[in-house]
T-cell receptor, first 117, second 112 residues
Framework: SAVISQKPSRDICQRGTSLTIQCQVD?????MFWYRQQPGQSLTLIAT?????????ESGFVIDKFPISRPNLTFSTLTVSNMSPEDSSIYLC??????????????FGQGTRLTVV | LAKTTQPISMDSYEGQEVNITCSHN???????ITWYQQFPSQGPRFIIQ???TKVTNEVASLFIPADRKSSTLSLPRVSLSDTAVYYC?????????????FGTGTRLQVFP
């Protein structure tokens, strides 16, 4: 299993500003994933972050808006840039089981609840 | 990645068995079926995973017919604390990791 810590747990931000969300894992993992979950909705994958390479973004998400860093195998950051109220959402970090090679078992952080005013 | 379809919501009462069915008509040979549970203000939590037939753990059972085009998550004797959203996901585990694509999920409400 993996324990994931996200910071901050919540924040209220002014439109036009940027917020960087941190994700720390208690073990080394190859891939880390960032999701967005809007109120009452399912999770939407933003991007996959590999250590040592650029993140791979899903359709509808771009690096300029959601830059991601992955400096080592236990840490990643997601920045929400030039925020607007439409960015108000929960942002979650996730990693997948490495030892068991069960590709479907993932672990999630508690999420960062972002409100843009 | 195979798309999944599941009911938007279900209601039940404490002590009853709940069965949530998920359709995945385009499931590929290498795909596994995984279910997650999400409580409010928390990230999703892995419940159970299977490939075919039946899988059971301390939390739930997963029934998968021979054609694997659907699966059913069975929660025995639910309690109020089982009120949550349940997601069915299908993915390829070959190669170790695969990105998870979440569908709409089923919002289960358990009443006293």
């Amino acid at each position: 299993s993996a324990v994931i810590s996200q910071k901050p747990s919540r924040d209220i931000c002014q439109r036009g500003t940027s917020l960087t969300i941190q994700c720390q894992v208690d073990s080394q993992v190859t891939m880390m994933f960032w999701y967005r979950q809007q109120p009452g909705q399912s999770l939407t994958l933003i991007a996959t972050a590999n250590q040592g390479s650029e993140a791979t973004y899903e359709s509808g998400f771009v690096i300029d808006k959601f830059p991601i860093s992955r400096p080592n195998l236990t840490f990643s950051t997601l920045t929400v840039s030039n925020m607007s109220p439409e960015d108000s959402s929960i942002y979650l970090c996730s990693v997948e089981d490495q030892e068991g090679m069960k590709g479907g078992e993932a672990f999630f952080g508690q999420g960062t609840r972002l409100t843009v005013v | 990645l195979a798309k999944t379809t599941q009911p938007i919501s279900m209601d039940s009462y404490e002590g009853q068995e709940v069965n949530i069915t998920c359709s995945h008509n385009n499931i590929a040979t290498n795909d596994y079926i995984t279910w997650y549970q999400q409580f409010p203000s928390q990230g999703p939590r892995f419940i159970i995973q299977g490939y075919k037939t039946k899988v059971t753990n301390e939390v739930a059972s997963l029934f998968i017919p021979a054609d694997r085009k659907s699966s059913t998550l069975s929660l025995p004797r639910v309690s109020l604390s089982d009120t949550a959203v349940y997601y069915c996901l299908v993915g390829d585990i070959i190669g170790g990791t695969d990105k998870l694509i979440f569908g709409t999920g089923t919002r289960l409400q358990v009443f006293p």
